[in-house]
């Protein structure tokens, strides 16, 4: 059974950047698209962006010019950086399996890990 | 880009009552939509992808419905461990929208 576990600091500093890792166990990063996404306390999910196990991206727009994601598929890992953050960053971060490469008829988010708040401090 | 929009952002109701909820898109999406239901404190969980397909688990009492711009998730009859905050998201491969949430609470 495929289980997803984030990690990374809780705290960051204002115009600091933002790390966090997400380690796939129970299964391969092989084969699918693997995204971020976060949610600002109270508020709704906003997608950041997916990485494929070529290496290959793709962001929200929104946030593309501050947000790098890597995959590391030797430890069955990827990675979040989010740069300048600012107080509007604070949220609890989630990472997610999505199975639509290949069969997009499938396509969602069907795996998530428990997610991990990150409040970004002046 | 798409906008999702879910209406209505609450929703009041009670045990046993059917249950709907919309999501529309600022332009065709086909059939490309999924649904999710959150808990406080807890991830996403997937309800139904390409629109009306049930993931494998969840409840038969859930339904999904629509395509192009107009799409509905139905609670045929809710039960109490489905009140919790709903999303519809858009995914066309290169992007991932979601709609704002709606909350299902007890009447």
């Known amino acids: 059974q495929v289980q997803l576990q984030e990690s990374g600091p809780g705290l960051v500093k204002s115009s600091e950047t933002l790390p966090l890792t997400c380690t796939v166990s129970?299964?391969?990063?092989?084969?699918?698209?693997w995204s971020w996404i976060r949610q600002p306390p109270g508020k709704g999910l906003e997608w950041i962006g997916y990485?494929?196990?070529?290496?290959?991206?793709n962001y929200n727009p929104s946030l593309k010019s501050r947000v790098t994601i890597s995959v590391d598929t030797s430890k069955n890992q990827f990675s979040l950086k989010l740069s300048s953050v600012t107080a509007a960053d604070t949220a609890v971060y989630y990472c997610?399996?999505?199975?639509?490469?290949?069969?997009?008829?499938?396509?969602?988010?069907?795996?998530w890990g428990q997610g991990t708040m990150v409040t970004v401090s002046s | 880009d798409i906008q999702m929009t879910q209406s209505p952002s609450t929703l009041s109701a009670s045990v046993g009552d059917r249950v709907t909820i919309t999501c529309r898109a600022s332009?065709?999406?086909?059939?490309?939509l999924a649904w999710y239901q959150q808990k406080p404190g807890k991830a996403p969980k997937l309800l139904i992808y390409?629109?009306?397909r049930l993931e494998s688990g969840v409840p038969s009492r859930f339904s999904g419905s629509g395509s192009g711009t107009e799409f509905t998730l139905t609670i045929s009859s809710l039960q109490p461990d489905d009140f919790a905050t709903y999303y519809c998201?858009?995914?066309?491969?290169?992007?991932?929208?979601f709609g704002q949430g709606t909350k299902v609470e007890i009447k």
């Open positions: 129970g299964g391969s990063i092989s084969s699918y698209y």
């Open positions: 997610a399996r999505d199975r639509s490469y290949g069969d997009p008829e499938v396509g969602a988010f069907d795996i």
């Open positions: 332009q065709s999406i086909s059939s490309w």
């Open positions: 998201q858009h995914y066309n491969r290169f992007t991932w929208t």
């Open positions: 990485i494929y196990q070529s290496g290959s991206t």
């Open positions: 390409k629109a009306s």
